[in-house]
């Protein structure tokens, strides 16, 4: 996008002889980060709608180390954009941004800033000077020439910002915030959007957030991600990453998946850095997080929360800093699968429950407020079409690598009387897992991976090949596993799904196993487990068994010798 041609429509020289709509004020954005951008983005629409007597602008800062994706959003949003430098040339009616850096040309228009996250928490970097200032706060000399105006979402913002910078005094408005109204109203439909990303009633999903520098999650631990997909079973959490826009935009999208590649090749979902966060917070089962907005989101929509960091730069008796003094930590060298289901227990959450009441006033009215203050500075009244609507989130899919390689955990246990056994298994992605743990008497442990594994020391390996899709006819069965194990000399069993349901678990042996039970759905990995468990343990290939997948009711199988049909390339 050239920001560098001027702007002629809808504002600029001519314009009127361009435009459709002519527009009583003109509102200037001042677009300078994702972040900051991303937040007017998503409560303006729903503040202007339907007025065409406001013309809106987006002028393009390009002065923060954070500007990167700028230009990317505002144009997948269809905003029209100037370049900063013809701000100057144009008469807005008011100027209205989420980033308290922006440099403001001289004039007599009020400039409103908007939180870009839960305001005022936190002590950010001046980029102005070698020192922090508190996050929120306008240069002095907006301030001084009574043309800032500063959004709050809580009383007690003003006291924080009056006694960090006398000269605001006066300067702020009791807003609220937008955001959390929109989550709060979305909060019904979270079946819908852990359905999109594909994360069942079975599984728990745990949301890793982390804010940006180095006290920050990702800036202390970079490999929690993985850590945590390598502690809790695959079958029954998923783990989302929530980074921070200033992370994309001061490392890229490259450097960020190259830091998480192991945990990414585990199925990590990393959530793309503007709007998407929203819907994938609401889907979380428990937030694993630091000093950022998104954390304390979580804990004000009552998710329980683990602190895996948490920075000294959080200003004291925020809504933050209560968080930061009372939710558990999630302890490095611990037993993390232990601290993340402590975590759910009532009890963890008592000291942060209230959390809520100390960040946002009157929830629900956000909007309405933002829309009258608006006007008010514009100069114009309010739309006669009734409070600005507050609409749910729309379901978001988060693409993930499809996990391809798993370590095995199974425990056997043979029932009473010798009919048949109990198979416990757990597994853990293969990329993230720390290898081979100890066996004992009836424990076993053993990879596994399908016939699609992109790492071929991983593929050499592995004990037991899946087929990742079911076999074409009941002829191509026998024959897929015949030439899966010719190929691998390493392994040791090879199963595919029959189209009819079932599975076939070819051994090296020759023999070939039938099981037959509920892994239709499933595919062939859970049938594969209990074979090999069998096997490894000693136990006749037949009968009934019953795996229990993570502890949970167990799901029967029964198994059937096939005949040999040829021990052609097994050893």
């Known amino acids: 996008m050239d920001t560098e041609r001027p702007l002629r429509v809808p504002v600029g ?18 677009a300078r980060t994702v972040v900051s951008t991303t937040r007017v983005l998503e409560c303006l629409p729903a503040v202007l709608r339907d007025d065409s007597r406001v013309s809106v602008v987006f002028a393009y800062d390009p002065t923060s180390a954070f500007n990167d994706g700028v230009l990317d959003l505002l144009h997948d949003s269809g905003c029209r954009v100037m370049p900063w430098s013809q701000l100057g040339d144009v008469s807005p009616d008011l100027v209205l941004t989420a980033s308290e850096n922006v440099d403001v040309p001289e004039g007599t228009c009020p400039v409103l800033v908007l939180p870009h996250g839960i305001g005022f928490q936190k002590y950010v970097p001046d980029s102005r000077a070698d020192r922090v200032r508190l996050s929120g706060l306008v240069p002095d000399a907006l301030l001084e020439a009574g043309r800032a105006w500063l959004a709050t979402s809580h009383p007690d913002q003003d006291e924080q910002v009056l006694a960090a910078h006398p000269k605001a005094a006066g300067r702020t408005l009791l807003v609220g915030d937008p955001c959390f109204d929109e989550l709060a109203a979305s909060a019904a ?9 594909g994360v069942g009633d079975d599984r728990r999903l745990v949301v890793v957030s982390s804010t940006w520098g180095p006290t920050s999650l990702l800036g202390e631990h970079p490999d929690l991600p993985a850590r945590l997909l390598a502690a809790l079973p695959h079958d029954t959490y998923r783990v989302a990453a929530i980074v921070h826009p200033n992370v994309w935009a001061a490392h890229g999208a490259w450097q960020l998946r190259r830091n998480l590649a192991a945990a990414l090749d585990a199925g990590l979902l990393l959530v793309p850095p503007a709007h998407a966060w929203r819907s994938v917070l609401l889907a979380s089962d428990l937030v694993v997080g630091d000093h950022g907005s998104v954390t304390l989101y979580g ?13 000294s730069d959080s200003v004291p008796g925020t809504a933050a800093e209560v968080l930061g003094r009372h939710a558990p930590r999630l302890v490095p060298g611990r037993d993390a699968r232990g601290q993340v289901e402590a975590a759910f227990e009532p009890a963890a959450r008592a000291g942060y429950a209230g959390v809520a009441e100390r960040a946002f006033s009157e929830p629900g009215r956000a909007l309405v407020r933002l829309r009258a203050v608006l006007y008010e500075l514009l100069r114009l009244p309010e739309p006669s079409s009734g409070p600005p609507p507050v609409r749910a989130l729309a379901p978001v899919r988060v693409p993930a690598e499809p996990v391809t390689s798993w370590r095995v955990r199974t425990r056997v246990t043979v029932r009473d009387g010798g009919a048949g056994a109990v198979v416990g298994m757990e597994r853990v992605p293969a990329a993230v897992a720390s290898g081979n743990r100890p066996e004992s008497p009836g424990v076993f442990e053993h990879l596994a991976c399908t016939d699609t594994e992109r790492d071929l020391r991983t593929a050499e390996s592995a004990s037991v090949v899946l087929a990742a899709a079911p076999a074409a006819s009941g002829a191509a069965a026998p024959r897929w ?11 040791l069993a090879a199963a595919v799904p029959l189209g009819a349901g079932g599975c076939l678990v070819g ?8 099981a037959t039970g509920p892994d239709g759905a499933h595919g062939p990995e859970r049938a594969a487990a209990v074979v090999y468990a069998y096997l490894r343990a000693g136990l006749p290939l037949t009968g009934t068994a019953s795996l229990r997948v993570d502890g949970r009711p167990g799901e029967d199988f029964v198994l059937r010798v096939r005949a040999p049909e040829g021990t052609t390339g097994r050893g």
Do not use: K, N, Q
Request: hydrophobic fraction near 40%; charged fraction near 30%; glycine fraction near 10%.
């Open 481 to 491: 596993i015949d030439e899966t194990l010719a190929s691998r000399p390493g392994c």
């Open 189 to 197: 439909l979270r079946p819908a959007y852990r359905s999109a990303l």
């Open 13 to 30: 020289r001519d314009a009127e002889r361009w435009r459709t709509f002519p527009g009583e004020r003109t509102l200037v954005v001042a």
């Open 507 to 514: 051994l090296r042996d020759g023999r070939v196993v039938e």
């Open 299 to 311: 804990a004000a929509l009552g998710r329980p929360v683990l602190l895996g960091a948490f920075g």
